[in-house]
């Protein structure tokens, strides 16, 4: 089964850029016809999605973020990576990483997920 690991810092300052890492077993990202994808959930915003990368490697992104969000992936690590840039503090939000069958993934109702990662903004 697959499983999804995200990983990286849990506080970022203001104006920084978040960088988050999805490390992924059980499942090859350049496999067809899976989608890897980011959400985050907060309590302003509920679930939001951000993003995804695909096994083709395209990319795909909400319209409210693709102008601070890059997603990518290194395939010789079975990883792919959210990078999202100058942060504010509306962007503090639990962060996960999942595997689905769409690039368009609004809630995490469907395919696979990992537990999530808190990340913070404050200075």
């Known amino acids: 089964q697959v499983q999804l690991q995200e990983s990286g810092p849990g506080l970022v300052k203001p104006s920084q850029t978040l960088s988050l890492t999805c490390t992924v077993s059980g499942g090859d990202i350049t496999a067809g016809y899976y989608y890897w994808t980011w959400i985050r959930q907060s309590p302003g915003k509920g679930t939001e999605w951000m993003g995804a990368?695909?096994?083709?490697?395209?990319?795909y992104y909400s319209p409210t973020l693709k102008s601070r969000t890059s997603i990518s992936r290194d395939t010789s690590k079975n990883q792919f990576t959210l990078q999202l840039t100058s942060v504010t503090p509306e962007d503090t939000a639990v962060y996960y990483c999942?595997?689905?069958?769409?690039?368009?993934?609004?809630?995490?109702?469907?395919?696979?997920w990992g537990q999530g990662t808190q990340v913070t903004v404050s200075s």
């Open positions: 990368i695909a096994y083709s490697g395209s990319t």
């Open positions: 999942g595997r689905s069958r769409s690039a368009f993934t609004p809630t995490m109702a469907s395919g696979s």
